[in-house]
């Protein structure tokens, strides 16, 4: 995203067309895929979505309500990559009634071409639908379960609901960081600033006890910012550095210097395998949440995939291909299996059951 800079702590814009941009990239790089092959090299045995069915839901009013030719076409540039990652049918309607549904009823309120544009690409990254939601209705809603909400324009809230879902951060994190911000010790107004100043420490990962209590210490709303963000859950996130190498936040703060949120927050997060699945630090905590960080330390690190045009890459080979702008072909590329884990079919319910 675009960001702000807001003495000396940088966070993304609400206006910002880059995220936007991002959930844009891959539709226009499918048009090219030969997969034939793709499937059986990635991910071994997997559950293929049929073309003829996933033209039928493209064409359905209940999916995507395109022209029955056009639909065809999408299917066949698409079925092999969607089975690639994992994506079914099933998953997209769920996908679709979030983005589609009334705005007062968990819904995103979003026009059919909207969706048409950035569906397949949340699919693919294996958004959660109820994340998704949860996220748009904080950034939108002037009031939500009786606490106050975001209240964003609506195309912003729309934007940032999907970047955030779609990089499987937590939905139930940004409402208490808006708050905290709001709220004494630190009572900032609220305003545009403090608005996305709270999408930036949900976009970085921020924990609420160390922003307080570093604020009280410094009065110092950017010192305690930061604070936040390299001592959330004790240190543990690592994102993939602009060498493609794992960092904690306070070595990008040390090796980048001011620019460091900005590559932070773009940066792809370390996974970490269990059970045959890939989860990000703050999932395990969700799993596992009294022994969350034993749990991490033992678990291996997964080799993450994504699909770069025809072929799966590993995050060196994208570093090798795109060089210092990497992780943004990286966050808009579908994700594969990790070569430890099993094929996403085997584990389907990994889209949802982390958010409920």
């Not at 403090?194 to 160390?210: C, D, P, S």
């Not at 993939?240 to 960092?247: H, I, L, R, T």
């Not at 210097?257 to 900005?262: A, E, Y």
Request: proline content about 6%; aromatic content about 8%; charged content about 15%.
């Amino acid at each position: 995203p675009n960001h702000l800079q807001q003495n000396g702590f940088v966070v993304p814009t609400c206006g910002s067309a880059a995220p936007r941009a991002l959930l844009q990239v891959g539709a226009m790089a499918r048009s090219s895929r030969c997969l034939s092959l793709l499937v059986t090299l990635c991910s071994g045995l997997v559950e293929a979505v049929d073309p003829k069915d996933l033209s039928a839901w493209f064409a359905s009013p209940d999916g995507l309500g395109m022209q029955p030719a056009a639909a065809a076409a999408l299917a066949k540039d698409n079925a092999e990559a969607l089975t690639a990652s994992g994506v079914t049918i099933a998953q997209l309607a769920g996908l679709k009634v979030v983005m589609a549904g009334m705005v007062n009823h968990d819904g995103m309120g979003m026009k059919l071409e909207q969706i048409q544009a950035t569906i397949l690409t949340l699919a693919e990254q294996h958004t959660s639908p109820e994340n998704l939601s949860s996220y748009f209705q904080v950034l939108y809603q002037a009031y939500i379960r009786g606490r106050a909400g975001m209240f964003l324009p609506l195309k912003d809230a729309q934007m940032h609901a999907m970047q955030l879902a779609a990089r499987r951060l937590r939905s139930e994190d940004l409402l208490p960081l808006y708050e905290t911000l709001i709220k004494p010790p630190v009572s900032l107004s609220i305003d545009p600033v403090t608005k996305q100043r709270a999408i930036g420490l949900a976009y970085a990962g921020g924990n609420l006890i160390k922003l307080i209590n570093a604020f009280q210490e410094t009065r110092d709303i950017d010192q305690a910012s930061a604070q936040a963000v390299f001592w959330n859950l004790d240190g543990a996130p690592q994102r993939y550095g602009v060498d493609g190498k794992p960092m904690k936040a306070e070595q990008f703060f040390k090796n980048i210097g001011k620019s460091w949120l900005s590559n932070w927050t773009n940066a792809p997060q370390e996974m970490r395998v269990v059970n045959g699945k890939a989860y990000t630090v703050r999932e395990f905590v969700n799993i596992f949440p009294s022994t969350w960080e034993v749990q991490f330390n033992a678990a291996p690190i997964a080799t993450q995939k994504r699909l770069n045009g025809s072929k799966p890459l590993g995050v060196a080979d994208f570093v090798k291909t795109y060089g210092e702008s990497w992780s943004a072909a990286w966050q808009a590329a579908p994700e594969l299996p990790c070569e430890e884990c099993a094929p996403f079919f085997q584990h389907d319910d990994r889209m949802s059951n982390l958010f409920v």
